[in-house]
């Protein structure tokens, strides 16, 4: 794994370099924000190990800076700022996980070797299409034959798990594992109720259902709609 380590303190860099290059990891090693906000734009790496408290430019305005460049390396910050506060104010500048110093080298490999298993973010569909229903996870719009869908956030879940899935069946332990992260049963319709507002959204002013039911197993949309 290609690595670039943005690490000010020079004991906490030398020591991060020593246990990632023991285990086969090529360090890529700098001291200050201009050099990885140059470096980590223009060379590729599969994750970014970034201080919050560099000199030159300050780790989360590099971290802004690579995000409005479309650089999407996975970026774990490495800062001794460990307040609640400051982990939104990472994760909001577009870190992708957050590690408060002291910390165990350990602890940062799992966490790093986590980051690089992650698919790149250009491989994960945002914008789904099935029959005359188009489904735009960023905009978070749902549109039938190019008619606005309006659905509420659980419709619009439940919704994308059938588009992700389209000509499989989707259960109902799938519905409150995925949408609601139940993970036993909650013994209610909530599945059904929000499945039949949902349904009757998209049916509104169409013929058809959208939406098939599958008798004791669960739901489906047709592959073709």
């Known amino acids: 794994m290609r690595i670039l380590l943005a690490e000010d303190d020079t004991e906490i860099a030398a020591f991060v370099e020593r246990g ?18 140059h ?44 307040g609640v506060a400051d982990r939104v104010d990472g994760l909001d500048a577009g870190a992708d996980d957050y ?27 945002t914008r789904l299409e099935v029959g005359d229903i188009a489904l735009d996870v960023m905009r978070r719009e749902v549109t039938r034959a190019g008619r606005l869908v309006h659905l509420q956030p659980r419709e619009f879940q439940l919704l994308e798990l059938l588009m992700r899935n389209a000509g499989k069946i989707v259960t109902r332990t799938m519905f409150l594992e995925e949408v609601w992260g139940f993970h036993f049963d909650p013994q209610t319709n909530i599945v059904e109720s929000h499945l039949s507002r949902m349904r009757t959204k998209l049916r509104d002013g169409f013929a058809g259902d959208p939406v098939e039911t599958i008798r004791g197993a669960g739901y489906r949309v047709r592959a073709d709609g």
Request: hydrophobic share 50%; no cysteine; aromatic share 2%.
């Open 39 to 82: 470096i980590g734009a223009t060379e590729s790496f599969d994750v970014i190990v970034l201080d919050r408290m560099l000199p030159q430019i300050e780790g989360l305005d590099v971290l802004r800076r690579l995000r409005a460049a479309s650089v999407r390396t996975p970026v774990l910050v490495l800062t001794a700022k460990g």
């Open 99 to 125: 590690l408060v110093k002291p910390f165990a080298m350990a602890e940062l490999i799992a966490r790093l070797n986590a980051l690089a298993r992650r698919p790149p973010i250009n491989e994960v569909v």
């Open 20 to 37: 990632l290059s023991e285990i086969g990891h090529t360090v890529t090693r700098v001291a200050d924000g201009e050099d990885a906000l």
